[in-house]
């Protein structure tokens, strides 16, 4: 099993010239901690996605950081770690003082680039079966996160190992030219958070799933 994580804008636009169109510290911090700690309901309890759909007040990110900040999270070590996979073009996208990801098995999925484990910090394989195969026989790794791009999002979803999307919604238009595809009929809202706002910018974190 593995989940996608992903921000996108109210047209499903994730990108623009290989970059994000936003730049929102709460989404920046959500995905670190959720793909980092080992263990998701302690990430969805902080951000309170087990109440979001009662509170209906906004809040600025500061106001919710005030809230969570007193709680703790599992942290990652040698035996409790996640994968987050990735295409080769989002690997290049992440600023070189980004990559690797810390405290997180980095995987590249391409079609093009030499499989194995490079300059010990990422590995390289030729398709998402292939990554999920090697993963699912190493113990030390909890959870998997594919975080695109958006043909790597779209093979994923079709994937029966694919039981939750964790989705940034972000209430505002940008220019985007690249696009989330079309989640499959079957994945359910489940939990989101509280509304925050960055600047302005309005979004929730959401989960969902698919029985």
């Not at 093009?112 to 195969?133: D, I, M, N, P, Q």
């Not at 190493?138 to 939750?164: L, N, S, W």
Request: net charge positive.
């Amino acid at each position: 099993m593995f989940a996608l994580v992903v921000a996108a804008d109210k047209n499903r636009g994730i990108g623009m010239a290989g970059t994000l169109p936003w730049k929102l510290k709460g989404d920046m911090r959500w995905f670190r901690e959720l793909t980092t700690c080992p263990d998701i309901p302690p990430v969805l309890a902080r951000y309170q996605l087990d109440v979001g759909w009662r509170d209906k007040r906004p809040h600025t990110w500061e106001t919710l950081v005030g809230r969570i900040g007193k709680v703790e999270l599992p942290k990652p070590n040698p035996g409790a770690r996640n994968a987050v996979l990735m295409g080769r073009k989002t690997w290049d996208s992440l600023p070189e003082r980004f990559r690797p990801l810390p405290d997180r098995l980095n995987g590249v999925l391409s079609r093009k680039a030499r499989a194995g484990v490079f300059h010990g910090s990422h590995h390289v394989w030729t398709s998402l079966e292939e990554a999920l195969t090697e993963l699912s026989r190493d113990p030390t790794v909890k959870q998997i996160f594919v975080a695109g791009g958006a043909e790597i999002y779209a093979g994923a979803m079709a994937h029966p190992g694919c039981r939750r999307i964790f989705l940034t919604d972000i209430d505002a238009d940008f220019p985007c030219d690249t696009f989330l595809p079309a989640f499959p009929a079957d994945f359910q809202v489940t939990a989101a958070s509280p509304e925050l706002s960055d600047d302005g910018i309005a979004y929730r974190f959401t989960l969902l799933e698919r029985p």
